[in-house]
Nanobody, 124 residues
Framework: QVQLVESGGGLVQAGGSLRLSCAAS????????MGWFRQGPGKEREFVAA????????YYADSVKGRFTISRDNAKKTVYLHMNSLKPEDTANYSC?????????????????WGQGTQVTVSS
């Protein structure tokens, strides 16, 4: 089991940047694939990005490819989501998740541990 706490959300203008962090507790953080998901107003939760346990394998939703970068620091038990060129449609509550899953598995029910989320609002 791993407990997850997100931070770094906020209000930003379109075209701006934010960095989200997800701090984990528990001894097995380095064993997990880590993912970021988001849920916008009136929308279903959707996959954003994932990173494998070594940090060398990543996978992105088409909607964020080239703008967002996921990274992790296993020594700090933290995963990051660097978001650039933000758009109003990126407005959502962003949650991180941990699971023993392949990096390319974007299904939320494959992830076993979830944080509470952090709100990102992009103004036009």
């Amino acid at each position: 089991q791993v407990q997850l706490v997100e931070s770094g959300g906020g209000l930003v203008q379109a075209g701006g940047s934010l960095r989200l962090s997800c701090a984990a507790s528990g001894r097995t953080f380095a064993s997990y694939t880590m993912g970021w998901f988001r849920q916008g107003p009136g929308k279903e939760r959707e996959f954003v990005a994932a990173i494998g346990w070594t940090g060398t394998s990543t996978y992105y939703a088409d909607s964020v490819k080239g703008r967002f970068t996921i990274s992790r620091d296993n020594a700090k038990k933290t995963v990051y989501l660097h978001m650039n060129s933000l758009k109003p449609e990126d407005t959502a509550n962003y949650s991180c998740a941990a699971g023993m899953v392949p990096v390319r598995n974007s299904q939320e029910n494959a992830y076993s541990n979830w944080g509470q989320g952090t709100q990102v609002t992009v103004s036009s």
